[in-house]
């Protein structure tokens, strides 16, 4: 159980990035060149991020089994999901709001984001 606790502060440590890629999106990149051309970059950003967190951090942590990793992702995508969808709501959004981050015909690319931490300690399997 200390293994996943420490798989969630790692998470966590994901969560100021996010932040400060949202604020680079919205004040710089959007700004400059549309937010078309924001929003796909930031969640390519935001994924590469998740993902060097995801190996750089969580190989770290002692007595990490094979299993341990697939279940560091659901874990991950769980809490992602949840924060996420926390966040629409209580700014106002519906749950349809959040399903709407998903659709990549409207620009969104906010299913790649959500898909990494998944993907991202899942892909940590035999690379110790």
Do not use: H
Not at 1 to 8: C, D, G, L, N, P
Not at 39 to 53: D, E, F, G, H, K
Not at 63 to 83: A, K, M, P, S
């Amino acid at each position: 159980m200390k293994r996943y606790f420490q798989a969630v502060v790692v998470w966590m440590l994901i969560i100021p990035l996010a932040v400060l890629n949202g604020g680079l999106r919205d004040r710089v990149i959007a700004e400059r060149f549309g937010e078309g051309f924001a929003r796909p970059l930031s969640a390519i950003l935001l994924a590469a991020c998740i993902v060097a967190m995801a190996w750089l951090l969580l190989p770290r942590i002692k007595g990490t089994r094979t299993r341990d990793y697939f279940g560091y992702g659901v874990v991950w995508f769980i809490l992602t999901n949840t924060f996420d969808l926390i966040g629409v709501v209580t700014s106002g959004g519906t749950v349809q709001d959040y399903f709407a981050m998903f659709d990549m015909r409207t620009g969104e690319w906010w299913a790649l984001v959500v898909l990494s931490p998944l993907l991202a300690p899942i892909s940590l399997v035999g690379r110790r």
